[in-house]
């Protein structure tokens, strides 16, 4: 219970529209926003109780800033303002730490702190710019050390003390590109992995077009437009007569090039707002938005004339190819599993008359 309101709180602002690179800046920046928001109010209230006004009043700043950038995550939807949330979550944290620096914090510690720097930059503001970030403060935390006689530092560090700071910021710096680095690129195959799979799902690997999966989820918002647009959206299953003769005459490869070949002639014939599908072994099923039956049926029919027209080439064979159609249609009285039943019944009508046909449903 708690871990999902934890998680919810975490992820506010996230939105499975987002790339996951945006999600995840998100969940960064609400995690450091929140956490770096308690730890500045504390640090805050210590110096204040401490009388140390200006050190209690940028830490009260710093956490203020850091509040902001986590409600923008959490309130705002927009890519853009997400980014400067983050931007100005780091710019605040290197602001706060010069301030650190130059004052000494708690018994000189300050600079200490400017190693939650590089990972947290680097997570937020990605690799490139996070790298020029990171090298920016250097050159500034460099000049603040090593420049003799610059006034506005006011605390002491001994020279040691300098040296090592740097040192560590510059091997954490290196360690956090590293890793962030590694993690862009795994990152990266999974989400080449993830798409392969994704297209693997949802494609036929023979004939490319669409499998079941593939169409459904592509065809569900279209339903859902239609419904509520009280719009008819056509079903035409097609069936290849007597492919098993294909198959038995000519080899299972043939078939394969059959299915291939008709696969092409659908997807040149159909407008661009059609979905073509391999439904089957030889069956194919196509949805027409925005058309009744009786269009369809029209379009079928020249299919079936082009399909018959166009005899299918196989090494030195030509094989001439027929196929039967049923038409029928999703409107507000007939849902989409109906007019499925509907299609294949319609085009069960059509091979008991005698194939190359096309038939619609009552
Ligand atoms: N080459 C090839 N053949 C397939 C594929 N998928 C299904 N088939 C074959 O398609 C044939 C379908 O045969 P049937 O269902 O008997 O139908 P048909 O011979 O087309 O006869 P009708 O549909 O009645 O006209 C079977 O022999 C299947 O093995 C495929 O991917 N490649």
Redesign the pocket.
């Given at each position: 219970m708690i871990s999902d309101k934890l998680r919810q709180f975490i992820k506010a602002g996230s939105n499975p529209s987002f790339s996951e690179e945006d999600n995840r800046r998100i969940v960064v920046v609400n995690l450091f926003g929140f956490t770096g928001c308690l730890i500045t109010v504390f640090l805050s209230l210590r110096a204040l109780l401490a009388n140390e006004v200006m050190l209690g009043a940028a830490l009260m700043i710093a956490s203020v800033v850091f509040l902001f950038s986590m409600l923008t995550m959490h309130i705002s939807e927009n890519v853009k303002s997400h980014v400067f949330a983050a931007n100005l979550l780091v710019v605040t944290l290197m602001t706060l730490l010069l301030y650190l620096i130059i004052m000494g914090g708690k018994a000189n510690t300050g600079p200490i702190w400017i190693l939650i720097l590089p990972p947290v930059t680097l997570f937020m503001s990605g690799l490139k710019r996070g790298l020029w970030m990171l090298l920016l403060f250097l050159l500034v935390i460099c000049t603040l050390f090593f420049v003799p006689g610059l006034s506005i530092v006011e605390a002491d560090y001994a020279m040691d003390f300098k040296t090592r700071v740097t040192y560590v910021f510059m091997t954490v710096t290196f360690l956090s590109s590293v890793y962030e680095y590694s993690r862009q690129q795994t990152y990266a195959e999974i989400h080449a992995l993830r798409q392969q799979f994704e297209h693997q799902a949802t494609h036929d690997p023979?004939t490319h077009l669409f499998n079941r999966r593939g169409l459904i989820k592509q065809i569900e918002p279209e339903l859902a437009r239609a419904k509520r647009q009280q719009s008819s959206t056509a079903l035409v299953l097609l069936?290849?007569?007597?492919?098993?003769?294909?198959?038995?005459e000519y080899g299972?490869?043939?078939?394969?090039k059959?299915?291939q070949g008709i696969a092409v002639l659908l997807n040149n014939a159909m407008r661009q707002q059609d979905y073509v599908s391999r439904w089957?072994?030889?069956e194919f099923l196509l949805v027409l938005p925005d058309t009744s039956k009786e269009n369809a049926y029209h379009v079928a029919d020249k299919l079936r004339f082009e399909i018959a027209q166009t005899p299918q080439q196989f090494e030195s064979f030509t094989i001439d190819i027929t196929a039967?159609f049923g038409v029928s249609e999703v409107n507000s009285l007939v849902d989409y599993d109906k007019a499925l039943t509907q299609a294949d019944k319609a085009m069960y009508k059509a091979?008991q008359a005698g194939?190359n046909t096309v038939m619609m449903s009552n």
């Open positions: 023979l069936d290849i007569d007597r492919f098993k003769r294909i198959n038995d299972h490869d043939a078939g394969d059959v299915l089957g072994g030889e039967s091979k194939r």
